[in-house]
């Protein structure tokens, strides 16, 4: 899986950003996806891919404001901890969805379970975001 995003990277030269910009897009059209053909509440699956946009845009804003110098989680080398925080949340992300939509879940109890993480792991984006390189 990390080969082909690092193809992906290399030859279309994007930055990380980008790159988990359009990993986010994709979930949301594999979602649909899945909601379609399981019949699933489209408005309840909207409300909790929502509740990704609010990780996902902190660490957006993060890159923007400092760029990592560290390589990506799909290279090899030193990763971002910004970075690595982010793609666990996602991964939980998908695992929450996941389960909520196959045990035919109210999605926006797990909407608002999931995005009680919000404060923490925003916290900890920009607090990483606002250190100096260098500092632990």
Request: glycine share 6%; aromatic share 18%; with cysteine.
């Amino acid at each position: 899986m990390s080969t082909i995003f690092n193809k992906i990277k290399s030859i279309f030269n994007i930055s990380k950003s980008e790159l988990i910009t359009y990993w986010v897009i994709l979930l949301w059209i594999i979602f649909g996806v899945i909601g379609i053909y399981t019949s699933f509440d489209l408005i309840q699956l909207s409300t909790y891919y929502a509740s990704l946009t609010l990780f996902v845009s902190t660490y957006l804003y993060g890159e923007y404001k400092r760029p990592s110098l560290e390589s990506s989680i799909f290279s090899k080398g030193k990763n971002s901890p910004r970075e690595i925080i982010i793609y666990i949340t996602i991964f939980l992300w998908i695992m929450v969805g996941c389960y909520g939509i196959y045990k035919k879940s109210d999605l926006n109890v797990l909407t608002v379970y999931f995005s009680s993480l919000s404060p923490f792991i925003g916290s900890f984006i920009l607090g990483r975001t606002m250190k100096k390189d260098g500092e632990q």
